[in-house]
């Protein structure tokens, strides 16, 4: 009897010793060099894993441009976050198809990227190359291949943010067909998640200034696309993105630069400093969307109505819930600054 009890004893020692000590997902953050996005770090850096900021770009010659912000690396090495700043290539759809053909070009970024690395201490580098087209979806894999393969040599690791691209293969409108041929088709997610270290969902950016007003992020478009990538990425290597930011629709000047008139409904980025205020300044009744698990809010300005969406401290936590159910690597949070302060509510300490 003795002996049944001690072992139930250890059992329930044991499980508890686990919980205690799981690792919690981890919090990988996004910063740009704007002073509110420092003022995030400096405030909440003991709750950060992994900073990622925007330091460096790369040219369809390979030359990697750019230099960290000192203060915050000086910052990040004080506190023991590791740092592995985003190397991107502005979004050119032309140069970048041009570095992906040009082997001399790609030598040159490889080498690059290693110097900067080991002359900053960063743990790596993550790759940002957005508004490809989906002929070049080899050619982008061959890239992440030949990148990983020579980080990996110096100990060096690399991620990468990737446009989320259920259901796989191009809509039946217009809008998803041209998502596809410049925006999701270009990712090969199975490829990908066997060459990199971590694959960042960015789970972002459902509705655009492209788009009828919408949620930044619904949960259902969330999980389709979550579940879409977990069929070819391990788990583990697996990041999901959460938006911190919203977006507000106006209707726009309706007169352009050539004085001709035309439909013009707007849209722009809006950070929680903005939005909550707004809120408040037209006596907007700020709603919750229990089926997209997003806050949101409308309000008249010249007899218009202009929309609100916003991931708010709420819609966070129940994504950061996501995560940890799924057993996921962690989260990628775009972008420091941005956030409801009550985000940080819900993170633990990081642990180095």
């Known amino acids: 009897m003795k002996r049944w009890i001690s072992l139930a004893l250890w059992l329930s020692l044991a499980l508890a010793s686990t919980s205690v000590f799981a690792k919690a997902p981890t919090a990988l953050f996004y910063m740009m060099d704007s002073q509110k996005s420092i003022n995030s770090l400096e405030a909440h850096i003991d709750k950060i894993d992994l900073l990622v900021p925007t330091w460096f770009g790369v040219d369809e010659n390979g030359l990697v441009s750019g230099a960290p912000n000192m203060y915050v690396l000086n910052l990040a090495k004080a506190h023991h976050l590791p740092v592995m700043p985003i190397i991107s290539a502005g979004g050119d759809r032309k140069k970048f198809h041009d570095l992906l053909g040009d082997e001399t070009a790609k030598k040159a970024m490889i080498n690059g990227m290693i110097e900067q690395a080991k002359l900053y201490g960063f743990t790596g580098f993550q790759f940002d190359f957005e508004n490809i087209a989906w002929t070049d979806r080899d050619a982008l894999t061959l890239l992440a291949r030949q990148t990983a393969e020579a980080l990996h040599k110096h100990g060096l690791k690399l991620s990468m943010a990737v446009v989320p691209n259920a259901p796989g293969y191009a809509g039946r409108g217009p809008f998803g067909k041209w998502m596809w041929e410049y925006w999701r088709g270009a990712y090969d997610l199975k490829a990908l998640g066997q060459a990199l270290d971590l694959v960042c969902l960015m789970t972002y950016d459902q509705h655009t200034r492209w788009t ?141």
């Open 212 to 352: 009828t007003p919408g949620p930044v992020a619904g949960m259902p478009w969330v999980m389709d696309n979550l579940q879409y990538a977990l069929k070819v990425v391990p788990k583990e290597k697996l990041s999901l993105g959460i938006a911190l930011y919203g977006y507000h629709w106006f209707a726009g000047d309706p007169v352009g630069e050539d004085g001709k008139e035309k439909s013009n409904i707007s849209a722009q980025y809006i950070d929680a400093d903005e939005s909550f205020p707004l809120a408040r300044q037209f006596n907007a009744t700020m709603q919750w969307d229990p089926v997209e698990h997003e806050s949101w809010f409308y309000f008249y300005r010249d007899q218009m109505r202009e929309w609100v969406f916003l991931p708010d401290a709420h819609a966070f936590r129940d994504r950061y819930d996501v995560v940890k159910q799924y057993g996921l690597e962690g989260f990628c949070a775009w972008v420091l600054g941005a956030e409801d302060p009550k985000v940080w509510d819900e993170l633990p300490n990081a642990v180095r």
